[in-house]
């Protein structure tokens, strides 16, 4: 089918490669045309495991190709909307890019379209998108079909999540725009992806639902962090006894610096917002915001706790970025670490494999070191931020000689207290026994 995506985001690049990839005719459309001309070089621009590859296979091929004009959309059967909705100062979600690239594309609109809502949105935008199309398009009210398709792709796993979604969740009002939607994933579900169909209210919203019970499940492990490092006790055991019963599962119930990124907080705020404006009170939601905020400043604590007064101190964070796998620091718990920390009067130096130049254009206070040794030079302790593979093979020893003080926050819970404390090093947990020997 003929396919053109509006927005090369995480979400747009990753929806019109994967659509390439398995046999549509693709154009990516951005109003960036820096972005696009990269695009059209084969240059991604952001770092994700598997999508230069993807990418290139797509230009290659002739089925995915990148333009920033909208007439591009001409002959389009099926259109995405992939642009950003972030959260305004009030939390409510921002969807003033959504309704300018509708009323953009819909001159250009040449026939009948399934017009698809990828972006995050609160429940009833879709509605919205529509009375937008037709308003502009009166003499196509018949043809447009507005659905929802929100996506589920979690960063560093993108292309992994692409062509092996959990589920595809489709949320239509006809049987034009569910026809449509099981033709364009067609290969996805005849491999095995389990398809979902609702109305489209539910799809907006399950959406938002499945971030923020995401989001709650972590901050339920980082507030029982908190209670085990009062009754001595290991979040990490107690999250793997928790999870052993399949009803409650393993994942999302690390303890650490919490959750960042662009979705959860944004999802979070939106959904809260979302309930408030639809009449129902949602504390719970700003409970799971609290306690994420409250890892951070149990953070510091350690800190302070093993080092005094923080002027005078070099503190060495390993990993920049929100969470492994991606260079993406958009609320990454470990830049507002690093804000805390520097605030305090501590010099800060962070690595990280892939998130550097990022966390060095959103903090410029911070000093980002070229590897993880040369951030670990003469520093008064190390924080554990990001849990990177590289991280896990660190040479304790090294580390220890280039280390002012053999110290470890271990913000991830990375390393196993025994070992390191083994090796010599004072070590920090969290909701973790702590060291036998401090008092
Ligand atoms: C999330 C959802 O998982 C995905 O389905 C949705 O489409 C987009 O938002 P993403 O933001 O890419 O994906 O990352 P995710 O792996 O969910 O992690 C989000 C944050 O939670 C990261 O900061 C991560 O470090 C943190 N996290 C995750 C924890 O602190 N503990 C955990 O156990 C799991």
Same mark, same amino acid.
């Given at each position: 089918?003929?396919?053109?995506?509006?927005?090369?985001?995480?979400?747009? /690049?990753?929806?019109?490669?994967?659509?390439?990839?398995?046999?549509?005719?693709?154009?990516?459309?951005?109003?960036?045309?820096? $972005?696009?001309?990269?695009?059209?070089?084969?240059?991604?621009?952001?770092?994700?495991?598997?999508?230069?590859?993807?990418?290139? $296979?797509?230009?290659? %091929?002739?089925?995915?190709?990148?333009?920033?004009?909208?007439?591009?959309?001409?002959?389009?059967?099926?259109?995405?909307?992939?642009?950003?909705?972030?959260?305004?100062?009030?939390?409510?979600?921002?969807?003033?890019?959504?309704? !300018?690239?509708?009323? &953009?594309?819909?001159?250009?609109?040449?026939?009948?379209?399934?017009?698809?809502?990828?972006?995050?949105?609160?429940?009833?935008?879709?509605?919205?998108?529509?009375?937008?199309?037709?308003?502009?398009?009166?003499?196509?009210? =018949?043809?447009?079909?507005?659905?929802?398709?929100?996506?589920?792709?979690?960063? *560093?796993?993108?292309?992994?999540?692409?062509? !092996?979604?959990? @589920?595809?969740?489709?949320?239509?009002?006809?049987?034009? *725009?569910?026809?449509?939607? @099981?033709?364009?994933? *067609?290969?996805?579900?005849?491999?095995?992806?389990?398809?979902?169909?609702? #109305?489209?209210?539910?799809?907006?919203?399950?959406?938002?639902?499945?971030?923020?019970?995401?989001?709650?499940?972590?901050?339920?492990?980082?507030?029982?962090?908190?209670?085990?490092?009062?009754?001595?006790?290991?979040?990490?055991?107690? &999250?793997?006894?928790?999870?052993? =019963?399949?009803?409650?599962? @393993?994942?999302? /119930?690390?303890?650490?610096?919490?959750?960042?990124?662009?979705? +959860?907080?944004?999802?979070?705020?939106?959904?809260?917002?979302?309930?408030?404006?639809?009449?129902?009170? +949602?504390?719970?939601?700003?409970?799971?915001?609290?306690?994420?905020?409250?890892?951070?400043?149990?953070?510091?604590?350690?800190?302070?706790?093993?080092?005094?007064?923080?002027? #005078?101190?070099?503190?060495?964070?390993?990993?920049?970025? +929100?969470?492994?796998?991606?260079?993406?620091?958009?609320?990454?718990?470990?830049?507002?670490?690093?804000?805390?920390?520097? =605030?305090?009067?501590?010099?800060?130096?962070?690595?990280?494999?892939?998130?550097?130049?990022?966390? $060095?254009?959103?903090?410029?206070?911070?000093?980002?070191?070229?590897?993880?040794?040369?951030?670990?030079? *003469?520093?008064?302790?190390?924080?554990?931020?990001?849990?990177?593979?590289?991280?896990?093979? /660190?040479?304790?020893?090294?580390? $220890?000689?280039?280390? %002012?003080?053999?110290?470890?926050?271990?913000? !991830?819970?990375? +390393?196993?207290?025994?070992?390191? @404390?083994?090796?010599?090093?004072?070590?920090?947990?969290?909701?973790?026994?702590? #060291?036998?020997?401090?008092?």
């Amino acid at each position: 089918m003929r396919v053109v995506v509006v927005g090369t985001g995480h979400v747009g /690049l990753l929806t019109a490669a994967t659509l390439s990839a398995i046999g549509h005719d693709v154009v990516g459309m951005d109003e960036d045309e820096e $972005k696009i001309e990269g695009l059209t070089k084969g240059i991604s621009p952001f770092f994700e495991p598997g999508l230069s590859e993807l990418i290139d $296979k797509g230009t290659t %091929a002739g089925t995915l190709r990148f333009d920033v004009a909208p007439e591009a959309v001409g002959g389009a059967e099926v259109l995405f909307i992939c642009v950003g909705t972030p959260a305004r100062v009030s939390g409510e979600a921002n969807l003033v890019a959504i309704e !300018r690239s509708a009323r &953009a594309i819909a001159r250009h609109l040449s026939g009948p379209i399934v017009v698809v809502e990828k972006s995050t949105v609160p429940a009833g935008t879709a509605q919205r998108l529509w009375r937008v199309l037709t308003l502009e398009r009166p003499d196509l009210a =018949d043809e447009i079909e507005v659905v929802s398709n929100p996506e589920f792709l979690r960063e *560093g796993q993108a292309v992994e999540d692409s062509f !092996r979604p959990g @589920r595809i969740l489709v949320g239509a009002r006809s049987e034009r *725009g569910f026809d449509g939607m @099981r033709r364009l994933y *067609g290969p996805l579900i005849e491999s095995g992806a389990r398809l979902i169909e609702t #109305d489209i209210a539910t799809a907006e919203l399950a959406k938002h639902a499945s971030n923020a019970f995401l989001a709650m499940k972590i901050s339920y492990a980082n507030a029982l962090a908190r209670l085990c490092e009062r009754a001595n006790a290991d979040v990490t055991a107690v &999250a793997d006894v928790m999870g052993s =019963d399949p009803r409650i599962g @393993r994942a999302f /119930l690390d303890a650490g610096l919490g959750w960042g990124g662009y979705c +959860f907080p944004k999802d979070l705020q939106a959904f809260e917002r979302l309930a408030a404006r639809l009449g129902y009170d +949602f504390p719970l939601l700003r409970e799971v915001e609290r306690i994420n905020d409250e890892a951070i400043v149990a953070a510091v604590e350690k800190v302070k706790d093993a080092l005094w007064n923080l002027e #005078d101190k070099r503190i060495a964070l390993l990993g920049l970025s +929100f969470k492994p796998g991606t260079d993406d620091v958009r609320l990454s718990p470990a830049l507002a670490l690093a804000r805390k920390l520097i =605030d305090e009067g501590a010099e800060v130096v962070g690595y990280d494999p892939e998130a550097g130049a990022n966390a $060095k254009s959103d903090l410029p206070e911070l000093v980002v070191a070229p590897g993880v040794y040369d951030a670990l030079e *003469g520093a008064h302790c190390i924080v554990v931020c990001t849990e990177w593979d590289e991280f896990r093979s /660190l040479d304790l020893d090294r580390a $220890k000689e280039l280390l %002012a003080h053999p110290i470890i926050v271990d913000g !991830r819970n990375l +390393f196993e207290p025994a070992e390191v @404390r083994g090796r010599g090093f004072v070590y920090y947990g969290t909701g973790r026994a702590s #060291d036998p020997g401090m008092h």
